[in-house]
Protein backbone atom coordinates (compact mmCIF):
# COMPACT_ATOMS: atom_id res chain seq x y z
CA UNK A 1 0.00 0.00 0.00
CA UNK A 2 1.15 3.34 -0.90
CA UNK A 3 0.42 6.59 0.35
CA UNK A 4 1.03 10.08 -0.35
CA UNK A 5 2.44 12.36 2.19
CA UNK A 6 2.99 16.37 2.00
CA UNK A 7 5.42 17.55 4.21
CA UNK A 8 5.74 21.54 4.17
CA UNK A 9 9.69 21.00 5.74
CA UNK A 10 10.52 19.25 3.10
CA UNK A 11 9.43 21.58 0.63
CA UNK A 12 11.29 24.05 -0.98
CA UNK A 13 8.71 25.94 -2.24
CA UNK A 14 6.80 26.09 0.85
CA UNK A 15 9.96 27.52 2.73
CA UNK A 16 10.06 30.50 0.11
CA UNK A 17 7.07 31.47 1.17
CA UNK A 18 7.60 30.93 4.91
CA UNK A 19 10.47 33.21 4.59
CA UNK A 20 8.45 35.70 2.88
CA UNK A 21 6.38 35.94 5.71
CA UNK A 22 9.08 36.41 8.12
CA UNK A 23 10.73 39.07 5.30
CA UNK A 24 8.44 42.09 6.91
CA UNK A 25 9.70 41.52 10.37
CA UNK A 26 12.97 40.97 9.83
CA UNK A 27 13.52 44.16 7.57
CA UNK A 28 12.24 45.54 11.15
CA UNK A 29 14.09 43.27 13.43
CA UNK A 30 17.62 44.09 11.00
CA UNK A 31 20.04 41.53 9.92
CA UNK A 32 20.48 38.18 11.65
CA UNK A 33 22.68 35.21 10.62
CA UNK A 34 21.48 32.52 8.61
CA UNK A 35 21.06 29.87 10.95
CA UNK A 36 19.23 32.22 13.47
CA UNK A 37 16.59 32.75 10.20
CA UNK A 38 16.59 29.15 9.85
CA UNK A 39 15.78 28.54 13.58
CA UNK A 40 13.07 30.99 13.06
CA UNK A 41 11.46 29.19 10.04
CA UNK A 42 11.55 26.07 12.19
CA UNK A 43 9.05 27.20 14.65
CA UNK A 44 6.87 29.12 11.98
CA UNK A 45 6.20 26.14 10.71
CA UNK A 46 6.60 23.41 14.54
CA UNK A 47 4.74 25.94 17.31
CA UNK A 48 3.58 23.10 19.03
CA UNK A 49 7.43 22.27 19.60
CA UNK A 50 7.60 25.63 21.32
CA UNK A 51 7.66 24.09 24.60
CA UNK A 52 10.74 22.36 24.33
CA UNK A 53 12.68 25.51 23.85
CA UNK A 54 14.33 26.90 27.26
CA UNK A 55 13.08 30.52 27.51
CA UNK A 56 14.32 33.49 29.60
CA UNK A 57 12.28 33.53 32.74
CA UNK A 58 10.04 36.58 31.38
CA UNK A 59 9.10 34.43 28.10
CA UNK A 60 7.69 31.58 30.03
CA UNK A 61 4.23 32.71 28.50
CA UNK A 62 5.06 32.24 25.18
CA UNK A 63 5.43 27.73 26.13
CA UNK A 64 1.30 28.15 25.82
CA UNK A 65 1.51 28.42 22.22
CA UNK A 66 2.35 25.03 21.80
CA UNK A 67 -0.85 24.03 22.72
CA UNK A 68 -2.79 26.79 20.81
CA UNK A 69 -1.30 25.12 17.90
CA UNK A 70 -1.05 21.65 19.30
CA UNK A 71 -3.29 21.34 16.22
CA UNK A 72 -0.90 21.22 13.49
CA UNK A 73 1.01 18.47 15.05
CA UNK A 74 1.46 16.20 12.25
CA UNK A 75 -0.53 12.74 12.41
CA UNK A 76 2.66 10.46 11.90
CA UNK A 77 5.93 10.47 13.47
CA UNK A 78 8.82 12.68 12.94
CA UNK A 79 12.41 12.67 13.53
CA UNK A 80 13.52 14.27 16.70
CA UNK A 81 13.44 18.31 16.47
CA UNK A 82 17.42 18.53 16.06
CA UNK A 83 17.34 15.64 13.09
CA UNK A 84 14.32 17.03 11.58
CA UNK A 85 16.14 20.75 11.17
CA UNK A 86 19.27 19.32 9.80
CA UNK A 87 16.91 17.49 6.73
CA UNK A 88 15.55 20.87 6.66
CA UNK A 89 18.72 22.64 5.81
CA UNK A 90 19.48 22.14 2.21
CA UNK A 91 15.75 22.91 1.73
CA UNK A 92 15.71 26.19 3.90
CA UNK A 93 19.22 27.29 2.00
CA UNK A 94 17.78 26.62 -1.37
CA UNK A 95 15.13 28.96 -0.13
CA UNK A 96 17.34 31.68 1.29
CA UNK A 97 19.51 31.26 -2.26
CA UNK A 98 16.03 31.97 -4.36
CA UNK A 99 15.40 35.03 -2.43
CA UNK A 100 18.90 36.09 -2.61
CA UNK A 101 18.65 35.14 -6.58
CA UNK A 102 15.45 37.65 -6.40
CA UNK A 103 17.06 40.39 -4.88
CA UNK A 104 14.25 39.94 -1.68
CA UNK A 105 17.58 39.57 -0.12
CA UNK A 106 20.52 41.05 -0.13
CA UNK A 107 23.23 39.08 -1.77
CA UNK A 108 26.38 40.52 -0.56
CA UNK A 109 25.28 39.97 3.10
CA UNK A 110 23.75 36.39 1.84
CA UNK A 111 27.14 35.32 0.52
CA UNK A 112 28.31 36.34 4.34
CA UNK A 113 25.45 34.38 6.26
CA UNK A 114 23.49 36.48 6.83
CA UNK A 115 20.04 37.33 6.36
CA UNK A 116 19.31 40.63 5.43
CA UNK A 117 16.33 41.80 3.72
CA UNK A 118 16.09 44.12 0.76
CA UNK A 119 13.38 47.03 -0.64
CA UNK A 120 12.27 44.59 -3.11
CA UNK A 121 8.62 44.25 -3.08
CA UNK A 122 7.15 41.11 -2.84
CA UNK A 123 4.63 40.52 -5.44
CA UNK A 124 1.27 41.95 -4.24
CA UNK A 125 -0.86 38.08 -4.16
CA UNK A 126 1.60 36.32 -1.98
CA UNK A 127 2.55 39.72 0.61
CA UNK A 128 -1.47 39.59 0.84
CA UNK A 129 -1.36 35.67 1.58
CA UNK A 130 1.47 36.88 3.89
CA UNK A 131 0.03 39.12 5.64
CA UNK A 132 -3.20 37.45 6.04
CA UNK A 133 -1.68 34.56 7.84
CA UNK A 134 0.54 36.49 10.38
CA UNK A 135 -2.56 38.45 11.31
CA UNK A 136 -4.37 35.13 11.98
CA UNK A 137 -1.09 33.94 13.87
CA UNK A 138 -0.53 37.21 15.46
CA UNK A 139 0.61 35.59 18.81
CA UNK A 140 3.04 33.45 16.81
CA UNK A 141 4.64 36.12 15.02
CA UNK A 142 5.12 37.90 18.16
CA UNK A 143 7.01 35.12 19.54
CA UNK A 144 9.50 34.55 16.80
CA UNK A 145 10.27 38.51 16.37
CA UNK A 146 11.31 38.24 20.58
CA UNK A 147 13.81 35.12 19.04
CA UNK A 148 14.75 37.39 16.59
CA UNK A 149 14.89 40.33 18.52
CA UNK A 150 16.31 39.10 22.70
CA UNK A 151 17.80 36.22 21.74
CA UNK A 152 21.86 36.16 19.95
CA UNK A 153 22.35 32.39 18.21
CA UNK A 154 25.52 32.40 19.74
CA UNK A 155 25.38 32.72 23.24
CA UNK A 156 26.51 29.98 25.27
CA UNK A 157 24.41 28.49 27.41
CA UNK A 158 21.80 31.63 26.49
CA UNK A 159 22.21 31.53 22.82
CA UNK A 160 19.40 30.63 20.62
CA UNK A 161 21.49 27.44 19.70
CA UNK A 162 21.76 25.84 23.35
CA UNK A 163 18.26 27.17 24.34
CA UNK A 164 16.38 25.49 21.00
CA UNK A 165 18.40 22.21 20.96
CA UNK A 166 18.60 22.30 17.40
CA UNK A 167 22.49 23.13 16.75
CA UNK A 168 25.60 22.27 18.51
CA UNK A 169 26.88 25.73 20.40
CA UNK A 170 29.48 24.20 22.17
CA UNK A 171 32.00 24.82 20.17
CA UNK A 172 31.26 28.41 19.17
CA UNK A 173 33.42 31.70 19.89
CA UNK A 174 31.35 33.91 22.51
Do not use: C, W
Amino acid sequence: MSQLVFQPALDPFHAVFRLMRLLPLLKIVGPLPIDHVRILDFYLLFPFRIRLIRLAQGHQPFKKLSETYAHLTPYGEQPDPPLLFERMRPLQLAAIETLAANNYIDKDAFLHDTFKASDTKIPEAISFRAAELNAAQADLMEFIRTLAEQYKLSDGLNGLKARTGLMEYRYDAI
